[in-house]
């Protein structure tokens, strides 16, 4: 079993829908957990953080669930530029200040006019 | 500089040659990690620096990939005998990693291709 897994996609929505991620991460260890948004041709940049007790950044809502070892990113009322395709990362974390971090696949999602 | 600096942003090499690529890292940051992506692929991690303690190698491929850190800064990646499937985009990232909600920050990239 892979540590990260995500649906490579794509995900192909109109303007304005509601779509969600999943990523699930094998590693128990697992300390700290990311989204990242890379566009095409371009470096992976960080879009939030996610925290136990779920977060949000306006349009963007990030989820954890412990016990299933997963989680989500939701993205309201799509945007043409969140077209892009979004990166699971997990912390995996050693103890003192040893940590790595293992990505996902991405999912690519397409946002359509 | 601000961010993560990679240099070069581009290298085209004959296949059998060798190659550096180079990482300087934000200012400060303990961490670092380099990570190859082949076209429409996602990210490859290869090796981890994390401050004075061994890195981890667990990801490089072959015996001819290297990479060293000098003084806990600046990041050479090496490729000896260059051959056709090591054409990728190497990215480096770093991190001010206090062992939890460590973010991570890439530089550019530099698009490796061996012709």
């Known amino acids: 079993r892979k540590e990260v897994e995500q649906d490579p996609g794509p995900f192909n929505v109109p303007e304005g829908a509601t779509v969600a991620f999943n990523c699930t991460y094998s590693?128990?260890?697992?300390?700290?957990f990311f989204w990242y948004r890379q566009d095409c041709r371009k470096e992976p940049k960080l879009l939030m953080s996610?925290?136990?007790s779920g977060n949000e950044d306006g349009r963007f809502t990030a989820q954890l669930n412990r016990a299933s070892q997963y989680i989500s990113l939701l993205i309201r009322d799509s945007k043409l530029s969140d077209s892009a395709t979004y990166l699971c990362v997990v912390n995996i974390y050693y103890g003192g200040s040893q940590g790595n971090l293992i990505f996902g696949k991405g999912t690519k999602l397409s946002v359509k006019p | 500089g601000a961010g993560v600096s990679q240099s070069p942003s581009n290298k085209v090499t004959e296949k059998g040659k060798d190659v550096e690529l180079r990482c300087d890292p934000i200012s400060g940051h303990t961490a670092l990690y380099w990570y190859r992506q082949s076209l429409g692929q996602g990210l490859e991690f290869l090796i981890y620096?994390?401050?004075?303690?061994?890195?981890?190698k667990s990801g490089l491929p072959s015996d001819r990939f290297s990479a060293e850190r000098t003084g806990g800064s600046v990041s050479t990646l090496t490729i000896q005998r260059t051959q056709q499937e090591d054409s990728a985009v190497y990215l480096c990232?770093?991190?001010?990693?206090?062992?939890?909600?460590?973010?991570?920050?890439f530089g550019q990239g530099t698009r490796l291709t061996v012709v």
């Open positions: 620096f994390q401050g004075n303690s061994a890195p981890d």
């Open positions: 990232a770093s991190s001010l990693d206090r062992g939890v909600n460590t973010e991570a920050f």
């Open positions: 996610v925290y136990s």
């Open positions: 590693n128990s260890a697992s300390q700290s």
